[in-house]
């Protein structure tokens, strides 16, 4: 079974400075694909990126980036230059490529970005 | 132009009745889901339908129905509502996993059970 691991219930961060999700997991599927959702107090689930398992180059978006390391069986979010707005809750969540439809998510990880 | 909505938004019930939450896609997706996301912030899959066809059913008491008139709708029915019940109930919807695209949510319903 897949699972999903976010051992940081919650992180601080100074406006401007870049902050580390950390996110590891668990499959025995070659093919499946890792998501960062955030979740801001008003509720909604936004995505804000996406990594394959073959690919070669980590996944970025604008301020975030995802560093995949597949031996390792991790893919940490890296949102750079932290903003007021970035506090929220992220998920971190894979879904199996080949077969079950479904996400599978961590806990989560509640961030505080700080003036 | 929303891509996945959801009613109600909010929905605040007695112990004991029977409500239903509807959720419709206007991206011409053909698979949605069900997820309850707990008092802890834990989101879990429910359900998952296929152009209208069950495909997962996560271990979910046989209080909980959904229905999936066509495949952009898919509702959810929940008899003899129970305290446990109070969540977050996200629908979702997702292309064909092969294209490796995220799924999209919903706003959510909050439910909660007095």
């Known amino acids: 079974a897949q699972k999903i691991t976010q051992t940081q219930p919650g992180m601080f961060v100074q406006e401007k400075e870049a902050v580390t999700l950390d996110c590891t997991y668990d499959t025995s599927d070659q093919s499946y694909g890792l998501f960062w959702y955030k979740q801001p107090s008003s509720g909604e689930m936004i995505f804000l990126i996406y990594q394959g398992s073959y690919d070669e180059q980590n996944a970025t978006e604008g301020r975030y980036s995802l560093n995949f390391q597949k031996a390792r069986k991790s893919a940490n979010l890296v949102i750079s230059a932290s903003q007021l707005g970035d506090s929220a809750m992220y998920f971190c969540a894979m879904r199996d490529q080949g077969g079950s439809e479904k996400l599978v998510f961590g806990k989560g990880t509640k961030l505080t970005v700080n003036p | 132009d929303t891509a996945v909505s959801q009613t109600p938004k909010y929905l605040v019930t007695q112990m004991g009745n029977d409500k239903s939450i509807k959720c419709e896609q206007n991206?011409?997706?053909?698979?949605m889901y069900w997820y309850k996301q707990d008092s802890k912030k834990f989101l879990k899959i429910m359900f998952s339908y296929n152009n209208k066809e069950l495909i997962i059913n996560e271990t979910v008491p046989n209080r909980f129905s959904p229905k999936s008139p066509d495949k952009a709708h898919l509702n959810l029915h929940i008899n003899s509502l129970e305290l446990g019940d109070s969540a977050v109930y996200f629908c979702?919807?997702?292309?064909?996993?092969?294209?490796?695209?995220?799924?999209?949510f919903g706003p959510g319903t909050r439910l909660l059970v007095l």
């Open positions: 979702a919807s997702s292309p064909p996993t092969s294209k490796g695209e995220t799924q999209y």
């Open positions: 991206l011409g997706h053909d698979t």
